[in-house]
């Protein structure tokens, strides 16, 4: 008995109206005036097409942690500097004042 998941021949006979257009549509673009190589062919630009929108999604996840990450030294550093300017203007007058 063979593989389920193997195929070596896929033979479908009745279609209706949406699949009729899919497979002229998958003809058409893919250039192919047999359905069955055509419908390959989208299917292979579809995994294609399917694995890197996944990479992508990997890629975005990654940027967007980085972005918060960014994010929040940016926020230590704008803290940082407002305590160095509470610190210098405190001790301003001092230095105005030895100076005279």
Known sequence: ????????????????????QAIRTAMKETGCRQASRALIKMCTAFGRLAGLVKSQSVELKRLQAENQRLRK??????KAQTEADRIMQEHEPETVHRAV
């Open 73 to 78: 030294c940016l926020e230590t550093i704008r």
């Open 1 to 20: 008995m063979k593989n389920p998941e193997s195929m070596t021949a896929l033979t479908v006979r009745l279609y209706n109206d949406e699949e009729r």
